[in-house]
């Protein structure tokens, strides 16, 4: 386990790993280029005489049909969302209620830019074929699945040629499907086990997710549907073979989560809570967002398991804390899952802008990186919340120190620049791709309100050389960018908040006593700086110190 996890282990259950959300892309390949298209329109039409922007509208125009005809003949609702509708909020209310359903059960339909062709003719020739930008907006038609095997699934389609996918499940409902098969016993709430006997045994299952036959069997399970069940609407059976339609896959978006269930709500509560007023300010989170619940978390596991019918009729909502943090397309983030489970998350939302492949066969690869992100993440996010100071730090942190052949000054934590460096640094301590001096300076500026001519990156990778002499943070090999070492960042974070969370507060309220009525609702934190104050005066008068 990682070390977050470790330091509250009495208080869980066990703990899982498992891959949220999946989102491949769907491509037909020949369709891609404007001479790839022209070649696939010529299979299907015999020529392209008739390839013009008419006839294209006109294919989008019967896909439309074709997918309403089908809706009405088959009883499947067909739902055209407005703009900004959460269409996974609308698709819940449509599941299926018996567990033995296969097939479409709900069609949504939405407006989304796309890659469009357009034709230019002149004189019955094909001048040009282009995809215009900004791409315009297009209906798509989200095709709501049941597999047998991955659970809920949705296939999201063009409905202009070459009719571009976007394939969407949950790692979630496929464990569940194979611990059913395995005979492990647990209790589902979403895409959440919150009550799971044996833990070991599920995570093994959710490694298995990973595996280059899982793989197959994800490519299978697109093969079986998306053919058979949404293209045919633009394309026949018979069109596809004869043309030689056939998709390719690539990843778009993973999300890798770590499941820590507690034992008692109340408790994974109050560490949630705990970590987040300890974490939030240094973690530069600039927004924290709580949804209410209408239930509170029980105070003590009772061990039964609750009525059948306050299953059915009554799902308990508890309330929702998101501890998020940004970096590009990565995202990190904490909440609470149902009544005692907290997870924690590593998103990436494009792979496009990463290194890390995207093909089918990269997935391994990929959720190995997000584990990694994810660990370091718990790891900065402990020590941040857990600091300390060794014997020695006082009195080496000021000291001069060596980066290679060059000599650089201590860390001074008295001086104003040198802190807003150390948040700054703090903020980026769980950037998964590390972060550079630019980063920094900008950050500084933004804390101290410094100009661009004041405090430039220069200056702010000298400020950096100094904790690289502490071994505060270190270079990204191979880049110019830096990472923190979590153990030593801890020393300096105690630092940091016994001078302005101790020092600061306590010899502010020590040398004036203070006057008038005791609030009625004052936080434990201020009747402890209350008490160590009416003490401090003491101690001052004792030794004569006037403040």
């Known amino acids: 386990m990682d070390e977050f996890s470790e330091y509250y282990s009495d208080?869980?259950?066990?703990?899982?790993?498992?891959?949220?959300?999946?989102?491949?892309?769907?491509?037909?390949?020949?369709?891609?280029?404007?001479?790839?298209?022209?070649?696939?329109?010529?299979?299907?039409?015999?020529?392209?005489?008739?390839?013009?922007?008419?006839?294209?509208?006109?294919?989008?125009?019967?896909?439309?049909r074709r997918v309403h005809a089908y809706a009405e003949r088959h009883g499947v609702p067909i739902i055209h969302c407005k703009q900004g509708q959460r269409k996974h909020e609308i698709a819940k209310q449509y599941l299926p209620q018996d567990p033995d359903f296969v097939g479409v059960f709900l069609i949504l339909v939405g407006r989304a830019p796309a890659p469009v062709w357009k034709v230019k003719r002149k004189s019955g020739k094909i001048i040009n074929i282009e995809r215009k930008k900004p791409y315009p907006y297009v209906n798509h038609y989200s095709f709501h699945i049941m597999d047998s095997e991955w659970?809920?699934?949705?296939?999201?389609?063009?409905?202009?040629?070459?009719?571009?996918?976007?394939?969407?499940v949950n790692g979630h409902e496929f464990v569940a499907h194979q611990a059913e098969e395995g005979g492990v016993e647990f209790t589902k709430e979403g895409n959440c086990f919150t009550e799971v006997p044996d833990t070991a045994r599920l995570a093994e299952i959710a490694d298995t997710l990973y595996s280059p036959e899982t793989i197959g069997r994800l490519i299978q399970m697109c093969e079986r549907w998306i053919y058979s069940a949404c293209l045919c609407f633009g394309l026949s059976l018979e069109d596809q073979e004869r043309t030689g339609f056939r998709y390719d896959y690539s990843i778009y978006q993973a999300e890798y989560s770590r499941n820590l269930v507690f034992t008692r709500g109340s408790v994974m509560e109050e560490v949630f809570q705990g970590t987040i007023d300890r974490t939030r300010s240094r973690l530069d989170v600039?927004?924290?967002?709580?949804?209410?619940?209408?239930?509170?978390?029980?105070?003590?596991?009772?061990g039964k398991k609750p009525p059948r019918l306050e299953v059915v009729v009554e799902r308990p909502t508890y309330d929702l804390t998101v501890f998020k943090i940004h970096f590009g397309k990565f995202t990190l983030?904490?909440?609470?899952?149902?009544?005692?489970?907290?997870?924690?998350?590593?998103?990436?939302?494009?792979?496009?802008?990463?290194?890390?492949?995207?093909?089918?066969?990269d997935l391994p690869d990929i959720v190995s990186r997000l584990r990694k992100m994810l660990n370091r993440f718990l790891e900065v996010v402990y020590c941040v919340a857990t600091s300390y100071i060794a014997d020695t730090t006082l009195e080496a942190l000021p000291t001069s120190s060596r980066v290679g052949r060059a000599r650089v000054g201590g860390i001074d934590i008295n001086n104003p620049r040198m802190r807003a460096v150390i948040e700054a640094v703090?903020?980026?301590?769980?950037?998964?791709?590390?972060?550079?001096?630019?980063?920094i300076a900008a950050k500084v500026r933004e804390i101290m309100g410094y100009s661009e001519d004041t405090y430039t990156s220069r200056k702010a990778a000298y400020d950096l050389k100094k904790l690289r002499g502490k071994n505060v943070i270190r270079r990204v090999e191979k880049s110019r960018r830096y990472e923190v070492v979590p153990q030593e960042l801890r020393a300096v974070i105690a630092l940091l908040v016994l001078r302005e969370k101790v020092i600061k507060p306590v010899l502010a309220g020590a040398g004036k006593p203070r006057r008038g009525r005791k609030p009625k609702n004052q936080s434990p934190i201020d009747d402890h700086y209350?008490?160590?104050?009416?003490?401090?005066?003491?101690?001052?008068?004792?030794?004569?110190?006037?403040?």
């Open 333 to 361: 983030k904490m909440y609470t899952k149902g009544e005692r489970v907290l997870r924690i998350e590593a998103i990436v939302h494009n792979l496009r802008v990463t290194r890390w492949g995207r093909s089918l066969p």
């Open 530 to 547: 209350e008490a160590i104050q009416s003490q401090m005066r003491n101690l001052f008068q004792l030794i004569g110190v006037a403040v």
């Open 11 to 64: 208080y869980l259950d066990g703990t899982y790993d498992c891959a949220d959300r999946i989102v491949l892309n769907g491509y037909f390949r020949l369709g891609c280029s404007p001479g790839g298209f022209r070649t696939w329109w010529r299979c299907l039409e015999g020529s392209d005489e008739k390839l013009d922007d008419t006839h294209l509208m006109r294919m989008a125009g019967r896909f439309s």
């Open 286 to 302: 600039k927004r924290l967002k709580t949804i209410f619940g209408a239930k509170r978390r029980p105070q003590r596991r009772t």
């Open 151 to 168: 659970g809920h699934v949705m296939i999201k389609l063009c409905g202009h040629p070459p009719f571009s996918a976007q394939i969407v």
């Open 426 to 439: 703090t903020g980026f301590a769980a950037a998964p791709l590390g972060f550079r001096a630019s980063d």
